[in-house]
């Protein structure tokens, strides 16, 4: 990777996935407990965090701030209304597209698929199964729409979910989307608050879904799904399904991208003129 040094108006929080990151922007990378105290709170322009909350603290706490970096796909943790009325723009810079992807893939049955969500790992999924279907016959099929108006069915052997969690999406996949199938094949990358795992459980126990391949999954009747033997629960880990690559070019070019003010495809603009 070519070496840039990277401007001292930026803060890196949630060090533990930017080994070799710290010779481009000395001293400026923080781990999710670190405090940052060494670093004028008036100089900070943009922030990237992975795991670290962003709301009112924050947003407080650093008054000249104007975009923030997420390194994920979703950004459930940053409250969006509130860097709104702040001011401040909001990016995420989608890592480990191609490690979800295949982990999606490789957990797949013979047959249709049904995938939600059509965002970057939802598109590559798409390009990785694109010609396996075609070659064997088999269709795959992508929604955004509300789950009441599916009507899931035995005509697909596959539910994949890469939706984001949000109001519709919260409580998603549960026995009212599942009423219709038997032995269904359910894999999911989304938030665990998508799921209902008492209706998971019950769908199981009624031979509704065969199989459930999950990466996250809540702390409710966890133990309970996992015992039927018919739940992989990788541990929110599908993200190093192909090795942890430690290459910090993207991540280098959308801060760089925001330090210009010519972001590109941002979860939300920056507002020059705040709401207060």
Known sequence: MK??????????????????????????????????????VEDIKVISTKF??????MLER?????????????????NLELCEKYGVGVVTTSPHTEACATWIKDRLVYGNTIIFGNGSISKRVQEIIDEWYLIEGLEYSVVNSSVKVINLNNHYKNVVSCVPLNDETENMFNYELFKNVNDMNFVSISRAKTHNNKDLLKLIAEKKLKSIFIDTLGTELRDELINTGKVTYTKHMSWDYLGHKNDHNKLIEIIKSCLNNDVENPVLERRVNKWF
Request: charged share 25%; proline share 3%; net charge positive.
């Open 3 to 40: 070496r840039v040094i990277l401007k001292s108006n930026i803060l890196l929080r949630d060090k533990s996935d930017l080994k070799g990151i710290e010779e481009f922007i000395p001293n400026h990378v923080v781990g999710a407990m670190e405090k940052s105290d060494h670093i004028s």
């Open 52 to 57: 670290t909350k962003v709301g009112k603290t």
């Open 62 to 78: 650093y008054p000249n701030l104007q975009w923030v970096v997420h390194r994920a796909h979703g950004t459930d943790g940053i």
